[in-house]
T-cell receptor, first 114, second 116 residues
Framework: EAGVAQSPRYKIIEKRQSVAFWCNPI?????LYWYQQILGQGPKLLIQFQNNGVVDDSQLPKDRFSAERLKGVDSTLKIQPAKLEDSAVYLC????????????FGSGTRLTVV | AQKVTQAQTEISVVEKEDVTLDCVYETRDTTYYLFWYKQPPSGELVFLIR??????QNEISGRYSWNFQKSTSSFNFTITASQVVDSAVYFCALRMMNTGFQKLVFGTGTRLLVSP
């Protein structure tokens, strides 16, 4: 089966600009996650979707970050305006559903804010 | 709150050496899952193993083995006869079992460098 697809692979922007990342989960996976991985740290959950509804966005900086999952399939994560500390790898993952423990991660988008 | 600690930041070994990666976790819940993931230079997180809190049976899979000890809240991972391809960052992670929130809590990772 095809894996979790993410684009772009790399992105360099200036601070205060906006940026968007796209994720296409594995077909049939109801749950989608966005994680932020800052260099030298483990991934941290930003937001979790169950179909097109938000389950957990407690660690999403809502003043600048937004995410949506229209139609319960693809998802977009946006940052506006970006700050230097947003430089990180943004990982998307998906799983079958609430009872499933198996995640599949994408290769991530590496964001550099200068 | 849940927390995962990987005290080893980086380990360097020579090929064919055995290496153990340490993981200590904290949680007040009695039911949970523990995971190990591998992150090669390409960036994706590759699932290695999952253990649940009521299964302390240790496991060996090829060159990999895992030692889960609930009494010390540890879930250590050993690679036997390491190979250059094992070079990667390894993450230990924790997830609560009885919740719809499936957030994985990761440690800070251990970078393993295997030289020829």
């Amino acid at each position: 089966e095809a894996g979790v697809a993410q684009s772009p692979r790399y992105k360099i922007i200036e601070k205060r600009q906006s940026v968007a990342f796209w994720c296409n989960p594995i077909s049939g996976h109801a749950t989608l996650y966005w994680y932020q991985q800052i260099l030298g740290q483990g991934p941290k959950l930003l937001i979790q979707f169950q179909n097109n509804g938000v389950v957990d966005d407690s660690q999403l900086p809502k003043d600048r970050f937004s995410a949506e999952r229209l139609k319960g399939v693809d998802s977009t994560l946006k940052i506006q305006p970006a700050k230097l500390e947003d430089s990180a790898v943004y990982l998307c993952a998906s799983s079958l559903g609430r009872g499933s423990y198996g995640y599949t991660f994408g290769s991530g988008t590496r964001l550099t804010v200068v | 709150a849940q927390k995962v600690t990987q005290a080893q930041t980086e380990i360097s070994v020579v090929e064919k050496e055995d290496v153990t990666l340490d993981c200590v976790y904290e949680t007040r819940d009695t039911t949970y899952y523990l995971f190990w993931y591998k992150q090669p230079p390409s960036g994706e997180l590759v699932f290695l193993i999952r253990r649940n809190s009521f299964d302390e049976q240790n496991e060996i899979s090829g060159r990999y083995s895992w030692n889960f000890q609930k009494s010390t809240s540890s879930f250590n991972f050993t690679i036997t006869a390491s190979q250059v391809v094992d070079s990667a960052v390894y993450f230990c992670a924790l997830r609560m079992m009885n919740t719809g929130f499936q957030k994985l809590v990761f440690g800070t990772g251990t970078r393993l460098l295997v030289s020829p």
